[in-house]
């Protein structure tokens, strides 16, 4: 009973260091998402996949980039990390939603990122 | 642009009836969702409307009005362990399936 599986659920980077979160999803899901979550904040999206082989940027993608590797994967890489990439980060999949139908957003665990 | 309203933090008593509001300003709209995360959590769907009119799932109901551009989620009968954040989304039309988030309520239940 996974659902969606992110790793590592702890990381510490410097400044420049680059880094890969995983994420995983065993629901046959079409749809992924990555968010962040800053407080105060809300989530916001940093990147979404509708469909295996389709990635769109969403509301902050500035210093990211994905890869949907399959249908139950999609990774998120920092290139070079900065101070302001501090952040929980959220995994998320869902069905492919119907015009009034809405397919609900399953969220994994979240991974702590800090970047001294 | 596209904006979604919620009151930061709500305070009410074990047993007690609570509504957190929700007012959305969206290029295009195909409906109101709810989430709620606990501290350190994840967030999880609680309820979603896309047409106007309340949608009740046990102690939790979600009310559209989509000429007012406006939502609430109702809790009843609280307990402790609805203590959490209650988020508002709302799918807008031409976002694929990009949800467009409201900043949180944070509810407080005391005793």
């Known amino acids: 009973n996974a659902g969606v599986t992110q790793t590592p659920k702890f990381q510490v980077l410097k400044t420049g260091q680059s880094m890969t979160l995983q994420c995983a999803q065993d629901m046959n899901h079409n749809s992924m998402y990555w968010y962040r979550q800053d407080p105060g904040m809300g989530l916001r999206l940093i990147y979404y996949s509708a469909s295996e ?14 890869s949907r590797l399959n249908k139950r994967e999609f990774s998120l890489r920092l290139e070079s990390a900065a101070p302001s990439q501090t952040s929980v980060y959220f995994c998320a999949s869902s069905d492919r939603d119907r015009r009034y139908s809405n397919q609900p957003q399953h969220f994994g665990d979240g991974t702590r990122l800090s970047i001294l | 642009g596209q904006s979604l309203e919620q009151p930061s933090e709500v305070t009410a008593v074990e047993g007690a009836i609570v509504q957190i509001n929700c007012t959305y300003q969206t290029s295009g709209f195909y409906g109101l ?74 509810l407080a239940v005391n005793p």
């Open chain 1, 53 to 66: 082989g389709t990635t769109d940027k969403g509301e902050v993608p500035n210093g990211y980039n994905v």
């Open chain 2, 33 to 106: 969702s709810w989430y709620q995360q606990h501290d350190g959590g994840a967030p999880t769907f609680l309820s979603y409307n896309a047409l106007d009119g309340l949608e009740e799932t046990g102690r939790f109901s979600s009310f559209l009005s989509r000429s007012d551009s406006y939502g609430y989620l109702l809790l009843q009968e609280l307990q402790m362990k609805d203590s959490a954040s209650y988020f508002c989304a709302v799918r807008g039309a031409g976002n694929n399936r990009k949800l467009i988030w409201g900043l949180g309520t944070s």
